[in-house]
């Protein structure tokens, strides 16, 4: 531990460990024990700052693993190893404290165990149990987890964590050497040997931090120490109509945007620029104003036809050593000026129902949705906003859908006429437990779904809903008809469900329904189901 720099604070803990620890050899009284038991308690809140202070550094990582570096995501997935290792190796000691502790009578009203001064489980539980041995061999498996993220150069971090993540053999005080196990169990009191564990927890989260900020500052994805770094744009539209206004930012991915770049804009030589790293403008450069990170660009363009733009992002070199030297990245980006058009489509299919809520999506390219309206002869039109429309048909044949766009204020542009066909909607399926009139059924089937429906096919893309607003019911068995009269909106009677259990095979039950569809037809339709 000797290359780690420690808090005064840890220090201070480890002196106050090996006084305790010397006087625990001597058969040190109760008092001292709880003394000790404080310790622990420090020890315990060590190993939670640790864990609350590198969680951030986690974070981090992951943060620039998602920008798809190559170099940060193989960072991440060292960073998500030695993470889920630390604690799980953390989370064994911590079953191994409250098994010493569970049982051997518990803890008191203050939380200090009643065995405290029990010096036969530590050893009886890691040497003779080997439960020592299993601890060791997973001390030894994280250390070289961590150990082989550090570059052989940074020795110092090697050995830091080597020494606090160690499971060498101990020395007594008479110099007799005893193996790792012994050493934190064997002829120590049941308080000493929590705070052993406890101890080693604190290691663990020490060695854990210092693994993760050295992964962290090799990345270093503050200083954009990152495999690629590009120039990007965003443009509100690529697509613009003639005599509009093309916008766009220009920003670095990973970028720091305390960070003010300089956006150049113009044509230069991309062969020299690419070969030798040297700029030779061939056009007039522009340069952007710059703000939080972001250049911003506009252009007119009154030309129809694909338009491209392209520059140099420039920032300064992240290296204290090279100030005054920038970082260069080139950029392009290409736009199309186009006539005017309208694009409408349904969101279900290009065919309108009578009787429905005919949603249809209608938009102008390069034009708000606030700024489009839609007329037609056959329909009531209702706008929902997010260029949705809602069409409600009077008639049914084929329609104009016509849009019109804001193009300048007041001035209005028919951008397109449609044509869409109105259609009344199929007529409903009747069907019991979906066995439809004419087929065989089992009389129990009949019974549990207990009421005729009127349905839509399922090829029929709509959601659409019909009802049953009346049906008759008469049985045939082999003693005559039975008239059993009027089933409520379609649903059987308890009666009438009690006389069909009592069919037999081959006889069959008769219907007579009035259903009504979404759009408001009424259909008559009859016809019977046979027993089987």
């Known amino acids: ?90 989370q064994l000691i911590e079953t191994h404290k409250k098994w010493l502790v569970d049982n051997t009578g518990g803890v008191d009203e203050n939380g200090i165990p009643l065995a405290k001064d029990n010096q036969d489980i530590g050893a009886e539980y890691f040497m003779v149990k080997e439960n020592g041995k299993e601890l060791k061999e997973r001390m030894m498996k994280l250390k070289a987890l961590m150990t082989g993220c550090i570059d052989k150069k940074d020795q110092a971090i090697v050995q830091s964590i080597n020494a606090l993540l160690a499971t060498e053999e101990f020395k007594d005080y008479e110099d007799n050497k005893m193996s790792w196990e012994a050493g934190i169990s064997e002829h120590l009191p049941l308080a000493a040997v929590t705070a052993n564990l406890s101890n080693l927890q604190s290691y663990i989260r020490n060695a854990e931090s210092i693994t993760v900020n050295y992964l962290f ?18 443009a509100q539209s690529s697509y613009v109509l003639k005599g509009e206004e093309y916008k766009a930012q220009i920003f670095l991915a990973a970028s720091d945007t305390t960070q003010k770049p300089v956006i150049l804009v113009g044509e230069y030589d991309e062969q020299l620029f690419a070969s030798k790293g040297e700029i030779k403008w061939l056009s007039r450069v522009d340069t952007l104003d710059v703000s939080d990170g972001f250049g911003n660009y506009k252009r007119f363009e009154n030309t129809v036809g694909e338009h491209s733009w392209k520059g140099l992002v420039r920032i300064p070199h992240p290296n204290p050593k090279r100030k005054g030297e920038f970082l260069t990245y080139p950029f392009e980006n290409k736009f199309l000026v186009a006539q ?51 069409f409600v048909p009077n008639s049914t044949g084929k329609t104009d859908v016509v849009v019109q766009a804001e193009i300048n204020p007041g001035q209005w542009q028919t951008m397109g006429s449609y044509n869409w066909m109105i259609k009344k909607l199929p007529e409903p399926e009747i ?91 009424s259909y008559k339709k009859e016809g019977s189901y046979i027993i089987n």
Do not use: H, W
Request: proline share 3%.
């Open 1 to 90: 531990m000797s290359a780690e720099k420690l808090s005064p604070r840890q220090q201070m803990i480890g002196i106050m460990y090996l006084v305790l620890l010397a006087m625990l050899a001597m058969n040190a009284s109760k008092d001292l024990l709880d003394a000790f038991l404080k310790l622990e308690s420090g020890i315990d809140l060590t190993a939670s700052n640790f864990k609350q202070n590198v969680q951030p550094v986690y974070n981090k990582i992951s943060e620039a693993a998602s920008f798809n570096s190559e170099a940060a995501k193989a960072t991440n997935q060292k960073a998500i190893n030695i993470q889920k290792e630390a604690q799980a190796v953390f």
């Open 340 to 390: 005017p058009s309208a694009v409408v489509s349904s969101d279900k299919l290009n065919i309108m129902y009578m009787g429905l809520e005919n949603e249809i999506s209608i938009s102008v390219p390069g034009i708000s949705s606030s700024k489009v309206r839609v007329s037609n002869s056959k329909c009531k039109i209702d706008k929902k906003g997010d260029g949705k429309f809602v």
């Open 217 to 234: 500052e090799e990345l270093g994805i503050n200083n954009y120490k990152v495999n690629k770094i590009q120039a990007a744009t965003i």
């Open 431 to 521: 069907s019991i437990g979906g066995k439809s009139l004419g087929s065989k059924i089992n009389k129990d089937v009949i019974v549990a779904v207990g009421k005729v429906t009127a349905t839509y096919s399922p090829d029929f893309p709509l959601t659409a809903k019909a009802n049953v607003v009346a049906c008759k019911l008469e049985i045939n068995t082999s003693n005559g008809i039975l008239q059993l009269g009027e089933v409520p909106n379609g649903v059987f009677t308890n009666a009438q469900k009690d006389r069909i259990r009592n069919l037999r095979r081959g006889e069959n039950i008769y219907l007579i329904i009035s259903s009504k569809g979404a759009d408001g037809i």
